[in-house]
């Protein structure tokens, strides 16, 4: 069994940056991709960026391109998300999620439902 821990959330003002980071536990944990979503009160759980676990390959949502660094720590079994230019918007829980198997089209990482094992998410607020 996998378990999943964020962690890093908090208190944020637009405009500044926030660093998460989940660590992942279990016997044998060689998950194909780890990846993070969000989800703001009132709204569906959207994806923010993934990453292969063994290879090279990472993947963005259009609205963090270039102010978002997915990034991960094998040895520790942790992933690790860094975002800038955080907008109001980006008050929500954060999630980390693990996937299994291969991904063979780069559109699938963004569904939630394709992710086996999930953490119960770190809080970021906007305090603006």
């Known amino acids: 069994q996998v378990q999943l821990v964020e962690s890093g959330g908090g208190l944020v003002q637009a405009g500044g940056s926030l660093r998460v980071s989940c660590a992942a536990s279990?016997?044998?944990?060689?998950?194909?991709?780890m990846g993070w979503f969000r989800q703001a009160p009132g709204k569906e759980r959207e994806f923010v960026a993934a990453?292969?676990?063994?290879?090279?390959?990472?993947y963005y949502a259009d609205s963090v391109k270039g102010r978002c660094n997915i990034s991960r720590d094998n040895a520790k079994n942790t992933v690790y998300l860094q975002m800038g230019s955080l907008k109001p918007e980006g008050t929500a829980v954060y999630y980390c999620?693990?996937?299994?198997?291969?991904?063979?089209?780069?559109?699938?990482?963004?569904?939630?439902?394709?992710?086996?094992?999930w953490g119960q998410g770190t809080q970021v607020t906007d305090s603006s």
């Open positions: 990453t292969r676990w063994s290879a090279v390959g990472t």
């Open positions: 279990g016997r044998t944990f060689s998950p194909y991709a």
């Open positions: 999620a693990a996937r299994n198997s291969m991904i063979f089209r780069s559109s699938n990482y963004y569904y939630p439902s394709n992710y086996d094992y």
